[in-house]
Nanobody, 122 residues
Framework: VQLQASGGGLVQAGGSLRLSCAAS????????MAWFRQAPEKEREFVAR????????YYADSVKGRFTISRDNAKNTVCLQMNSLKPEDTAVYYC????????????????WGQGTLVTVSS
């Protein structure tokens, strides 16, 4: 499975961005898709996840109510709509996928995209 993230950029606080992650290869093996982020000098942290074949979504408390994860199976794409952005949301955002895991631990995801930078100015 290969993942290609896009959509990052510079936005003012309170603004919105939409990230996309296109999956290719053995996409039929995907069980869960997720977004993580890593701010400078911080560890990579969970943001949101959803099952490839389901509708339930799970979010980190820090983004709940502001971010929405969604998928388009026909396009093999998962998106992250980010609203009401804050400077503390500044980070490199990574999409991840796994064939059997459905939790929030980054160590259990086998496939990772290259990351896309989101910068939120105050």
């Amino acid at each position: 499975v290969q993942l290609q993230a896009s959509g990052g950029g510079l936005v003012q606080a309170g603004g919105s961005l939409r990230l996309s992650c296109a999956a290719s290869g053995r996409t039929f093996t995907i069980y869960t898709m997720a977004w993580f982020r890593q701010a400078p000098e911080k560890e990579r942290e969970f943001v949101a996840r959803m099952r490839w074949g389901g509708t339930s979504a799970y979010y980190a408390d820090s983004v709940k109510g502001r971010f929405t994860i969604s998928r388009d199976n026909a396009k093999n794409t998962v998106c992250l709509q980010m609203n009401s952005l804050k400077p503390e949301d500044t980070a490199v955002y990574y999409c991840a996928a796994d064939g059997s895991y459905s939790g929030s631990s980054r160590d259990n995801y086998d496939y990772w995209g290259q990351g896309t930078l989101v910068t939120v100015s105050s």
